[in-house]
């Protein structure tokens, strides 16, 4: 199928697609007679699963290990565990530092009396260097 079709069935733009397969990421096909890429089934449910990887924030490297991954059936799955797990980390980590920024923020915004005065606690927070 046309990489359009591809890009469809996978829900991801033509432009992307296109990206995965200028790095290797999914590498479909090429007619020779054409030199159109040519993508299958298979290449779908790869282009699927680097989307969905991508959602749960993998970066393109990690998306290429988890690729080889889901492709290898001589798998261990404590090497993808350890890929997953580390993502986790960082996001409970990124979770952390919003919510302290949510407290903070929202200390700061509770503090400022919003009326015609200049003072601001919000202003005197964010120009003071930590």
């Not at 299958?40 to 990887?53: E, G, S, Y």
């Not at 924030?57 to 798998?75: A, H, V």
């Not at 920024?101 to 930590?130: F, M, T, Y």
Request: charged share 30%.
């Amino acid at each position: 199928m046309k990489i359009s079709e591809a890009a469809k069935q996978a829900k991801l733009s033509t432009k992307t697609v296109r990206y995965y397969a200028d790095i290797g990421l999914v590498v479909p096909d090429v007619r020779a007679e054409t030199k159109y890429r040519d993508y299958d089934h298979t290449h779908v449910q790869k282009l699927i699963f680097a989307r969905r990887a991508r959602e749960f924030g993998f970066s393109i490297e990690e998306c290429r290990d988890l690729l080889n991954l889901y492709q290898n059936t001589n798998r261990s799955s404590s090497d993808v565990k350890r890929l997953a797990s580390a993502r986790l980390a960082d996001i409970e980590k990124k979770q952390q530092e919003l919510q302290c920024l949510h407290d903070e923020l929202s200390h700061l915004v509770k503090s400022c009396k919003g009326d015609e005065r200049p003072d601001c606690p919000i202003i005197s927070n964010l120009a003071k260097s930590l």
